[in-house]
């Protein structure tokens, strides 16, 4: 199995390790405050990284791997480059911070954010049960250790613990549910499992009820309602720096293992799960959205608003198979993807802003924290300001352009449920416009706490202003990236 032609496939994620462990060795040897050489050999990894996905992105190519356990396709690829890019951003982001709270005394946080990468590397090219589940774990065992960064913190360390208990719970569903399913077909291959659940020779039930456990699973690594406990503790409890990498790029794998999983292995079955999703997603949102509204502290309230989106990509997900057709399969899940990306997109740039007014010995995690923000720095409170109203989905920003193509695959299904669900859905975004616009209104109305100016290294002052600019420019003109999605779903599905 050990093959050129798997180690050829297999490129990006061999570099990725390979690099991440050589940085770990050299890191032994660094010893100023800010990890000036880790930072920089990591950046560079992540770079070369992006790099390689991006040009096998561009191929356009479907290659299995070590006897069909892994595959690089379109899909798979692009998000690996959109996860690598999201975790620089991360780290540029996050390093002033870390240092400020002495988190920086070794590298590890920046190694365990390569082996976090590596984690979802490896869940999105699974197309095995055993290989996901291996990628799973290796994500999540470095954001554990990534959230109680901060051992001294004791608000972090109990954040670490029921992310650990509550993550442990979730990963123990999702094995049950696909030793569950091996059980029934005999097989951990994904494209084989399908071919003998389409089959027909196995039991409904036994396939429903190894279902159901995976869907609980995929729920809590999406942090969709009533799985959705972990996230408001572990927002708030983790260090902002460690909060924005594990609301960012790991989403992107979620979203993988769904369309891995439900799509790839068990669509036969998605009259089951569709129904599954549904429930979730009307949860979600409105668990989301109300809960969002009591919040004072802001790190909570964008928890909580990431459960209400993640309602809207169930909605994506759920309405690619109407009766047993699989005609606007395609149009629903780059719906889903193009809404994943963009979320993405706008957390980082929000929880930026976060890390940039913290300094030492001030978080800056309440809502009155940004009281008065306009009058201090006009360019912050815009790129907060645009984040926040693309969140609530107002034009013409990106998180419209999102929300109105998850909409739109809904409607087109012509089912009268799909339509009811479009209209709650933009029910629930309309209430959950509140806690978003309360938050632009303490910024451009309320007295500022503090008369002092925000200032910001260069780097991050030039990565936030682009990442707030492309929220703006990808909602006036999302086509390019809705054609991408599109068309890696379409060439995805395809083989």
Known sequence: M??????????????????????SLVDLGVKTRLRNLTYLLTMATLAAVAWLTAGYAVQDQTLYAFGGMVVSDPMGNWLKFFATVAMMVCLVYGRPYAADRDMLRGGEMFILAMFSLLGIFVMISGSNFLVIYLGLELLTLCSYA???????????????????????????????????????TGSLDIGTVFKIVNSGQVKHQVLVFGLVFIVSGLAFKLGAAPFHMWIPDVYQGAPTSVTIMIGSAPELAAFAICIRLLVEGLLPLALDWQ????????????????????????????????IGQMGFVLLGLLSGVVNGNTLSAANAYSSAMFYI?????????????ILLLAREGFESEEISDLAGLNQRSPLYAGVMAVCLFSLAGVPPLVGFYAKLAVLQALVASGQTLYIALAIYAVMMSLIGSFYYLRVVKVMYFDEPITASTVSAPMDVRVVLTLNGALVLVLGIVPGGLMTLCAQAIIKTLAT
């Open 341 to 353: 990306i963009t979320y993405v997109l706008t957390t980082l740039a929000s929880f930026g802003i």
């Open 275 to 306: 129904q599954m999703l549904m429930l979730l997603a009307i949860a979600s949102l409105a668990i989301g959205n109300l809960a969002a509204i009591a919040q004072t502290n802001l790190k909570r309230m964008l928890a909580y608003s990431t």
């Open 146 to 184: 990534l959230v109680a960064l901060r051992r001294d913190n004791a608000t972090a360390t109990e954040a670490a613990m029921k992310y650990f208990v509550l993550g442990a719970m979730a990963s123990g569903f999702l094995l049950y549910g696909l030793s569950m399913l091996y059980g029934a």
């Open 2 to 23: 050990l093959d050129k032609s798997s180690l050829i496939t297999l490129a990006p994620e061999i570099v990725l390790l390979a690099l991440a462990c050589l940085v």
